[in-house]
Antibody, heavy 118, light 107 residues
Framework: EVSLLESGGGLVQPGGSLKLSCVAS????????IHWARQASGKGLEWLGH??????????RYAASVSGRFTISRDDSKNTAYLQMNRLKTEDTAMYYC?????????WGQGAMVIVSS | DIQMTQSPSTLSTSVGGRVTITCRAS??????LAWYQQKPGKAPNLLIY???SLQSGVPSRFSGSGSGTEFTLTISSLQPDDFATYYC?????????FGQGTTVEIK
């Protein structure tokens, strides 16, 4: 089954770091741009950023709210994308999703919960 | 950033009823608009892309229309499985942005 599966969520203190992983199954991961989005409990969806493919030099782009703190990377040999989150704030508490697509996202992971609290 | 505004925020409808949700963009996004359905505790599911193209596997009772700044999602005959929250999303310009969501409730 075509899928994405996030892992690495958890509880972290403000100012801390966390790295999420997103493993792809049953599709050509290396040919797919991967995006990350988040959703705070009971709230709407926020696009965070993306990483393009090798042919596009693995270019990345970020939302202003996370630029300079979050970094998206990928390892095509492992069919895995990553979201490195540094200098976390309480307002970063949310469910984090990785997504496949170039604009409209046809595959979403099940999400990884990140709680930033002291 | 392009702001996406959905209306209404909540909709109460009976099974079999017709539902129309509107999404307005703060500037033209051509037809680069997607619609998603989200059920509690689940990730969103793509329904419509490029304003009116039905995603594979999505029932034909879902349809989308519009271009520029105004778009609609229509459910022609609401089924019990359709009670959920619906989001629009523009992918014309970075950062991609979502509407605030429309919750369809049982009347």
């Amino acid at each position: 089954e075509v899928s994405l599966l996030e892992s690495g969520g958890g509880l972290v203190q403000p100012g801390g770091s966390l790295k999420l992983s997103c493993v792809a199954s049953e599709f050509s991961f290396s040919d797919s741009p991967i995006h990350w989005a988040r959703q705070a409990s009971g709230k709407g969806l926020e696009w965070l950023g993306h990483i393009r493919t090798k042919v596009n030099d693995y270019a990345t782009r970020y939302a202003a709210s996370v630029s300079g703190r979050f970094t998206i990377s990928r390892d095509d040999s492992k069919n895995t994308a990553y979201l490195q989150m540094n200098r976390l704030k309480t307002e970063d508490t949310a469910m984090y999703y990785c997504l496949r697509g170039s604009g409209a996202f046809d595959i979403w992971g099940q999400g990884a919960m990140v709680i930033v609290s002291s | 950033d392009i702001q996406m505004t959905q209306s209404p925020s909540t909709l109460s409808t009976s099974v079999g009823g017709r539902v129309t949700i509107t999404c307005r963009a703060s500037q033209s996004i051509n037809r680069w608009l997607a619609w998603y359905q989200q059920k509690p505790g689940k990730a969103p599911n793509l329904l419509i892309y490029k304003a009116s193209s039905l995603q594979s596997g999505v029932p034909s009772r879902f349809s989308g229309s519009g271009s520029g700044t105004e778009f609609t999602l229509t459910i022609s005959s609401l089924q019990p499985d359709d009670f959920a929250t619906y989001y629009c999303q523009q992918y014309d310009t970075y950062p991609y942005t979502f509407g605030q969501g429309t919750t369809v409730e049982i009347k």
